[in-house]
């Protein structure tokens, strides 16, 4: 069955982030969307062919990462938009944050400057899942570098056109409207109790 785009269409008239804005986002993650479903029918169709030992093979598999991957991260992306309640400072998310960083401040001013590192990417708050510990981590290209058995949490595009239509150059003020619209409820939802 192949994946379907997710409306996220709720999040219009979001703080900080335009129509333009969003409505090009949303169609670069239904691109992610479409080309995840066109390589894995290409795969399968070359397996099938017993064509698994080409370079037209390889390449596809390593494609299927980016696109995966920018699909997913995407979703969690947009999931973790639109809310306007500030995190629950009796909720397993602010105490473990508290356990990790020393507190929501330490956990924000470590988030804030790991997303304004020079670069493209995400910033992604992770857990461990094997000790349960959080950490905030940055990918240059999602198909690579993300830390084995850990749950993101809490994603933050940092790739241009996540800001650069509302904010140009000034990802700073992008990264604080990020923070004025966190759905802290679907962030603490991802959270594995250890």
């Known amino acids: 069955m192949p994946y379907a785009a997710k409306d996220y269409s709720k999040l219009l008239g979001m703080e900080g982030f335009s129509e333009t ?3 090009n986002h949303f169609t670069l993650y239904q691109g992610y969307v479409t080309n995840t479903n066109k390589v894995i029918d290409i795969l399968d169709q070359m397996l099938k062919d ?3 030992g080409t370079p037209e093979y390889a390449e596809l598999k390593r494609r299927f990462g980016w696109e995966f991957n920018g699909m997913r991260l995407h979703e969690y992306y947009f999931g973790n938009l639109g809310g306007k309640a500030a995190l629950d400072n009796n909720g397993p998310l602010f105490n473990r944050m508290k356990t990790d960083f020393g507190g929501y401040e330490s956990w924000e001013k470590d988030f804030k400057a790991t997303g304004a590192m020079r670069g ?7 857990q461990d899942g094997a000790e349960g510990r959080l950490f905030n981590f940055w990918i240059n290209e999602h198909d ?3 830390p084995a058995g850990a749950a993101p949490l809490l994603i933050m595009d940092v790739f241009e056109h996540a800001f650069m239509i509302d904010y140009g150059l000034k990802r700073a003020d992008y990264i604080e409207a990020f923070f004025k619209n966190i759905n802290w409820a679907a962030a603490e939802a991802r959270l594995i109790s250890k």
């Open 21 to 23: 804005l969003l409505k």
């Open 120 to 126: 493209i990417g995400w910033t992604i708050l992770y």
């Open 50 to 52: 017993n064509k698994t």
């Open 144 to 146: 690579v570098s993300h």
